[in-house]
């Protein structure tokens, strides 16, 4: 077995054809996390086959796995020349030495590892996605919403697109978590380094929707690519405290729907980077609209699951026991009006 921290570097088979969350530059930085561990495949005393994860504990204490800090998808890093049979036979292998003990929650970046995943022993969670083709947007305004039409149009009278550093976008992303009394999920060291280094590459753009009278900032977005695809990858939008006006309603979709026009023009698909499955309904349900008013195609994100019993078990407790609790606080809310 070999499950090791990242000590390999400059392997050969990850190249920038990948998905830019398993391009080698993204990688190296994310992976100086404490808690990233790689699993190899080694023949011929080469290393053929890779899948690295971050391990971590729950509240609770139990192990959990999940993809490296800020890439949306991850899977087995092959050598290209193998066949699809090959490729499939190392995947097997690298998830065999995966720890037991562990639950995985991972994002796959194709059809294919997911699959294989599946036929491992891994469970569906499927997530939704959606998408903007490059053919597709020279005639998406149209598909907009009529809500989406308004926003955007007063969202162009009293904001300016322009663009910052990634240490502004990133003080500004940390003072909006502040003000919602929110934790970043991973460290924003690493995510102004991967911006930073993005940028420099040409594979990144920060846009900001700066109002005209004040020059505030009342929304931001980052975004990454590839050769194929052009992802929505972190966004924020300011909170009104004390003396500060309120920021505009339609600030990130004016930001969204630059972003789709530069990824068209760049002829890449724009991908909303999918919608996060620990989203409550309520909150789901909005980003979902939002995605649906700006004409995005469905697709789906490749999520698989593989819970240790103890987890499930757990799971199994969970939803009765947030019906529960969600029953009574209504019973004591109930009482409380009728007193």
């Not at 088979?13 to 998905?19: I, R």
């Not at 796995?65 to 699809?84: D, M, Q």
């Not at 240790?308 to 969970?318: D, I, K, S």
Request: proline share 3%; glycine share 6%; with cysteine.
């Amino acid at each position: 077995m070999l499950f090791v921290s990242r000590d390999i570097t400059g392997i050969a088979f990850n190249t920038d054809k990948s998905p830019v969350y398993m391009q080698r530059w993204f990688t190296e930085i994310a992976e100086r996390c404490d808690s990233a561990k790689e699993t190899v495949v080694i023949e011929d005393g080469k290393v053929v086959g890779s899948l690295t994860i971050i391990l971590g504990r729950n509240s609770l204490g139990m192990r959990q796995a999940y993809n490296l800090p800020w890439a949306r998808v991850c899977g087995p890093n092959i050598t290209e020349s193998f066949s699809k049979a090959k490729r499939a036979q190392i995947t097997r292998q690298l998830i065999k030495q995966l720890p037991t003990d562990v639950s995985y929650f991972l994002t796959l970046a194709t059809e294919f590892d997911y699959r294989v995943f599946m036929s491992e022993g891994f469970q569906p969670a499927l997530e939704d996605n959606y998408i903007v083709t490059a053919d597709q947007s020279s005639r998406l305004h149209n598909s907009f919403s009529k809500m989406t039409k308004r926003h955007l149009r007063q969202a162009q009278d009293h904001l300016i697109v322009s663009t910052t550093t990634p240490e502004i976008f990133i003080q500004t992303y940390a003072t909006d978590l502040f003000h919602r009394r929110r934790k970043p999920y991973a460290s924003l060291e690493i995510a102004h380094d991967i911006l930073k280094e993005a940028l420099r590459r040409g594979q990144a753009c920060i846009l900001t929707a700066n109002r005209r009278d004040t020059g505030e900032i009342d929304a931001a977005v980052a975004c990454l690519w590839d050769d194929t695809n052009y992802y929505y990858w972190m966004t924020t939008r300011r909170v009104q405290i004390d003396g500060q006006s309120k920021p505009h309603q339609g600030a990130v979709k004016l930001l969204l729907w630059s972003a789709i026009q530069d990824a068209a023009a760049r002829g890449l698909t724009f991908d909303f980077d999918g919608v996060p499955s620990d989203f409550s309904s309520k909150k789901k349900d909005g980003v979902t609209r939002l995605y649906d008013g700006m004409g995005a195609q469905r697709s789906i994100r490749y999520r698989v699951k593989r819970e240790t019993r103890l987890e499930q078990f757990l799971g199994r407790l969970r939803t009765p026991a947030k019906r529960l609790i969600s029953k009574t606080v209504g019973t004591i809310i109930t009482l409380q009006m009728n007193y």
